[in-house]
């Protein structure tokens, strides 16, 4: 299956070159591969993964290690940032 | 005690400056800046005047903290009866023009009445005179503040001023100082404008000598600014990505307002991003981002200094803006970018040099021209009317509304007066999207709830400042809440509100709430002033703070019919993302609101609640 994968500021540097420039990239995985997975084949360091969106819904970090990403999602990754 | 104790009344009428002593007594109920100038005005202000009558009144003010070395302590307000609102009116901004009028010795400035030829208020410490302004009426805010600066033979005077845009009674009109700092929402720079007030220049060399305990307050600030420093948020989010960060994340939720509010979520919104901002164009190989930037005192060092592409159509003749300048900040780019539906980088700065050069503000600018491109995509405004072409999508439209605007020709003229007199005009006021005739900012209250409520009390309408909920609902600060639900967002609202007060009137800037609570802020502002500031004094000043602000609008004749929403996020679901489906729910959050607040069920606040707080 497929999801799309998206890393925003200081955490694009970890995308591969070819998603940098729009901050995504589709990701191929096995079934039943958890958020936390993607993270640590990313190497995403733990702390720096503060706000985590599936489809634009946040999970929290206890969620992370259990919840299974499904074809066709869409997982957005931030470290902690702010504005107003 | 950090007040200098000096407030400066200047009569535009009869042209006299005079000193008067500040009241003490007062300074203890409402602290400094937002609280205590509030306090001054609606003493003395009826609260039925006509904003843009000599009667109203005008007050710059700093807080106790103001020109002191704690983080962010560059701050100072500006508190009127707003021109676009209606309401009160308190415009915060940063830079370095706070802090020197502190050093020059004032706490306030009181303006009253209306000059009868265009002046400007020259205050070198103790010394203040209004001088002539013939020579600057027609000039923008850029020309202004470098004409004074060159006259004064002083490039440390620090400048405020309006443009021709509140000159020629844009109502959402700005103070610009220090060339991209703005005193931005309400029409401040409106009632500025019809006082014949062109500029305040200020000079101050005695620093700030009152603080009451230096040894103590030194130790506070710096374990203050140490906690700035290691929180990831005010010690790196901000500086490296500025508040541009959000574009992302807020379209990725579904809460970027987009086309005038139709959507929520925008197809180019990576485009108009920070992420954008930092990488290097096509056209020359340089990035739009220069650098980061900060006000006085500031450890944070948020804001952005950009190069517009020189080869842009907006600017390609136009070296006057070739240079490095303020902006993109999220506001901006939001208001002129997503609710539009523009896409271009470019444009958008354009545009936002345009509101700085000319003193507006351009999240009402934006948000109107919203507006209008809905009236002109429904057939309701014609080209020939508006001058152009202009459907959703049209950076072209953008960029020369806001020259429009800035000049006050043409169709300009109505984009000046706001949204909800441009579609009441045209029959559609369904369409503004404002509250208290204030245009939103950057957050749809259908995917973020609290917010809908946070711009339906705000008293100074829409307001994304006046509680910042985001932060809870969004970015987890200081927990997380779920944004899509109503269910707690009336005491959410109402503690952001009430502590944001308190911020709003020390003379820091909000931003520091991103580290800081009010525990941190408390032993800071306790060294500083006298008066023993507890946890539990600061907290009852903010809602002190924020039921003043209220009883002003009621007698001004706001009811809580105005603390509503525009039907279009009542009835309208959101068409995509985590929200779909769902509309606001601010007829369930505001009566809970209004319990909590100890208001009856009209919104007027109980002699209960009046008593309790002193009022």
Redesign the interface.
Known sequence: MKINF?L???L?DYLPAEGR???ALQVELVEGTTIQQVIERFGLPQ?SC??V?V????I?PADRAALVLKDGE?L?I??????? | MAWTRNVLRVDLTNGTCKSEPLNMEWAQQYLGQRGLATKYFVSEVDPKVDPLSPANKMIMTTGPLTGTPVSTGGRYSVVTKGALTGAIACSNSGGYFGAELKFAGWDMIIFEGKSLKPVYLSIVNDQAELKDAAHLWGKSTWHTEETIKKEHQDPLTRVCSIGRAGENGVMYACIINDLHRAAGRSGVGTVMGSKNLKAVAVRGTNGVSTIRDPKAFMAATVAAKKVLADNAVTGQGLPTYGTQVLMNVINEMGALPTRNHRDVQFEEARKISAEAMAEKRPSDGKSHLVTNNACFGCTIACGRISKIDETHFSVVNKPEYWGASGGLEYEAAWALGAANGVGDLEALQYANLLCNEEGFDPISFGATVGAAMELYELGILTKEQIGMEAPFGSAKAVCEMAEMTARGEGFGKELGQGSARLCEKYGRPDLSMTVKKQEFPAYDSRAIQGMGLTYATSNRGACHLRSYTVASEVLGIPFKTDPLVTEGKAGLVKAFQDATSVFDSAGVCVFTTFAWSLADLQPQLDAACEGNWTMEKLAEVGERIYNMERLFNNAAGFTAKDDDLPPRLKTEAAKTGPAKGLVSGIDKMRPEYYQLRGWDEQGVPSKETLGRLGL
Do not use: C, E, V, Y
Not at chain 1, 55 to 58: A, D, I, V
């Open positions: 998206k925003f500021a200081m694009q420039r729009d901050n702390k503060h706000l969106l489809n634009g819904s946040f929290p869409t957005s931030w470290p902690p940032i702010a504005g107003g």
